[in-house]
């Protein structure tokens, strides 16, 4: 299994996290969105990147961006190759920004995902998000009819770390 290198990147990297977005999704954010997103104050990006080969160059894989603001922190995107994902880049990632996050002061997490993304959807679950909310016809293309959004929140930590429910 790949051992992924995370690294936080800032606007000079946009080109590149756009070209990666572009591979990832059918709608993808330019590179001068990307990088007037990421001058704004809260937000984040981390890269992960097969560590370099014997000819020193490392491969970018995926791409994480978030947002705090104030003690709430907004995963914006998430973006993965599709020739590396199910090799756990996704997951580093999301782990690696939740602990920014954390770091930072959140005690909240949000995003929102396509409500018929399955493998996404496994995904967040798995990191102890669950379903808010939901924005209907949120997401849409020139090709495919509008789908809905779910809006996830990773649940809180008590003190010992560990996940706790919120009343209802």
Not at 10 to 30: D, I
Not at 57 to 69: K, Q
Not at 82 to 106: F, K
Not at 113 to 135: C, T, W
């Amino acid at each position: 299994m790949t051992t992924w290198r995370i690294a936080p990147v800032g606007a000079s990297s946009a080109g590149l996290l756009a070209a990666l977005h572009a591979a990832a999704f059918a709608e993808a954010w330019t590179a001068s969105s990307l990088a007037g997103l990421m001058l704004t104050p809260g937000v984040f990006a981390l890269l992960a990147a097969a560590p370099a080969s014997g000819c020193g160059t490392a491969h970018p894989a995926g791409f994480i961006l978030g947002r705090m603001a104030a003690d709430e922190c907004e995963i914006l995107t998430l973006a993965v190759l599709p020739e590396r994902r199910r090799r756990g880049v996704a997951r580093v990632l999301l782990d690696a920004a939740i602990r920014q996050a954390r770091e930072a002061g959140a005690v909240a997490i949000f995003l929102e995902v396509q409500a018929d993304n399955r493998a996404a959807r496994r995904l967040y679950e798995s990191a102890g998000f669950e379903a808010v909310g939901i924005r209907r016809a949120y997401y849409s293309n020139k090709t495919t009819p509008p789908a809905d959004a779910l809006v996830l929140r990773l649940k809180p930590l008590d003190k010992s770390g560990a996940n706790v429910d919120l009343p209802t």
